[in-house]
């Protein structure tokens, strides 16, 4: 049983491009987070996607967007990439009900903005 | 505003146990969990506390007290391989613990 996959596991962008970014949740999960996670911190909260539609937001900008599909999978989109957008970007998905409680990470995607 | 506190690094030896606190300051709270992120890997979930006391799942054990607004994760029989980053999450949001609000981390490395 695959877990959550994200593709690309490395790329590289420079400032004013945009990116995106894939996951494909865990089988039997529905609901995806993404989560930024800057060198030696922890992960900080971007949005969670359930039905296809935002459900919650952290504390970024509009620049980070997304989008889930019929099948669960979801995208992060940055725009107008900066500096400071270099992380490590998580996705995470759970199920509803029962287990909502344990997120299944995947490995990341390291952005590099140049 | 938000915050979690815990100790950003940790050595123990081989075999021994090591206990990372963990205290929080948080607009709301439904939950405290702990994750294990070993260099270059995801998070993997470890154990999650709703209520007041003790949760055992093997050598790691996970502490909460909501009064104290303080949680600890222990670990016993330490193995090499424990050696990795432990983050202290909380649920904040009553709709799910996918929002979840993470610590900085506390780097566990154990020594022979």
């Known amino acids: 049983d695959a877990g959550v996959t994200q593709s690309p596991t490395h790329l590289i962008k420079t400032r004013g491009q945009q990116v995106t970014l894939r996951c494909s949740p865990k089988?039997?999960?529905?609901?995806v987070s993404w989560y930024q996670q800057a060198l030696g911190q922890g992960p900080q909260f971007i949005f969670q996607?359930?039905?296809?539609?935002?459900?919650q937001r952290g504390n970024f900008p509009d620049r980070f967007s997304g989008h889930q599909y019929p099948n669960y999978s979801s995208e992060l989109n940055v725009n107008a990439l900066l500096l400071g957008d270099s992380a490590l970007y998580l996705c995470?998905?759970?199920?509803?009900?029962?287990?909502?409680?344990?997120?299944?990470f995947g490995a990341g995607s390291r952005l590099t903005v140049l | 505003g938000q915050s979690l506190e815990q100790p950003s690094e940790v050595t123990a030896v081989e075999g021994a146990i090591v206990q990372i606190n963990c205290t929080y300051q948080?607009?709301?709270?439904?939950?405290l969990s702990w994750y294990q992120q070993h260099d270059g890997g995801a998070p993997t979930f470890l154990s999650y506390?709703?209520?007041?006391g003790l949760e055992e799942t093997g050598r790691f054990s996970s502490f909460l007290s909501r009064s104290d607004s303080y949680g600890y994760l222990l670990l016993q029989e330490l193995q090499m391989k424990d050696s990795a980053s432990y983050f202290c999450?909380?649920?904040?949001?009553?709709?799910?613990?996918?929002?979840?609000?993470f610590g900085t981390g506390t780097r566990l490395t154990v020594i022979p």
């Open positions: 995470a998905s759970s199920p509803q009900g029962f287990g909502a409680n344990v997120l299944t």
């Open positions: 089988s039997g999960h529905d609901t």
């Open positions: 996607y359930y039905e296809e539609e935002e459900r």
């Open positions: 948080t607009s709301g709270f439904y939950g």
């Open positions: 506390n709703a209520l007041d």
């Open positions: 999450a909380v649920s904040v949001d009553q709709t799910g613990a996918n929002n979840l609000f």
